[in-house]
């Protein structure tokens, strides 16, 4: 069956670290795969988006690698602050334009 | 700029009533838009594609009947819920697609008493 896996724990990290969320996906063959930020009781918000050919894309503090060998994106906060606490989601393309979420991975950043 | 509002926010409702939720992208123009729902501490779940001009496509296990969708122009969808029950209370978010980017709403809570 197909699954998205990213871990349920809360990751807890020191201000001015960087923080590294896992995505892990199985029976899936993205065409790209996205992350999103999402606060309590509102919508997701747009991240970076990075394609099946790319092996790392950057914008500003934040960094996404992808590879599809082993079916996995690692995404990296760098230099965090308070204010990045939140959910990460990681979405897959799966056709179609259409995206399938994981549970998401909460980051509490310690000042 | 890749703003989209939903509207309302906030409903409460009876069992048994419909309710519609709108979703507009606010500063572009969507042939596709999407509608998800989240229950508390799960994925976002896709339910249907909403497409400009024509009939949505629903995701395995939703029924259509239920959950009418119309994507009247390239920049509003709306989403009814039929006559609802309290199972079908629910956090629904939807997006618009800009080439392979999906904005999404700020999100509908639907509460069905």
């Known amino acids: 069956s197909q699954k998205i896996e990213q871990n349920s724990e809360a990751l807890n990290i020191q201000e001015g670290k960087t923080a590294t969320l896992t995505c892990n996906y199985t029976?899936?063959?993205?065409?790209?795969l996205q992350w999103y930020r999402q606060d309590p009781g509102r919508g997701p918000v747009f991240l970076l988006l990075?394609?099946?050919?790319?092996k790392e894309k950057r914008k500003e503090r934040l960094k996404v690698t992808f590879d599809t060998t082993l079916k996995q994106s690692l995404f990296h906060i760098t230099a965090s602050q308070p204010a990045d606490s939140a959910t990460y989601l990681c979405?897959?393309?799966?056709?179609?334009?259409?995206?399938?979420f994981g549970k998401g991975n909460q980051v509490v950043v310690i000042p | 700029g890749a703003v989209v509002s939903q509207h309302p926010s906030r409903v409460i409702c009876k069992s048994g009533t419909s309710v519609k939720i709108e979703c507009r992208s606010l500063?572009?123009?969507?042939?596709?838009m999407f509608w998800y729902r989240q229950f508390p501490k799960k994925s976002l779940m896709l339910m249907a594609t909403?497409?400009?001009?024509?009939?949505?496509?629903?995701e395995q296990g939703v029924e259509k009947d239920k959950f009418l969708i119309n994507h009247a122009s390239l920049t509003l969808s709306t989403l009814t819920v039929t006559s609802a029950h309290p199972e079908d209370s629910s956090f629904y978010i939807c997006?618009?697609?800009?080439?392979?980017?999906?904005?999404f709403g700020p999100g509908t809570r639907l509460l069905v008493l």
């Open positions: 500063d572009f123009q969507a042939t596709t």
């Open positions: 990075i394609r099946e050919n790319e």
């Open positions: 029976n899936y063959s993205p065409a790209y």
């Open positions: 997006s618009a697609s800009l080439e392979e980017t999906q904005y």
């Open positions: 979405a897959l393309e799966y056709g179609n334009n259409r995206l399938a």
């Open positions: 909403s497409n400009e001009g024509s009939k949505a496509t629903y």
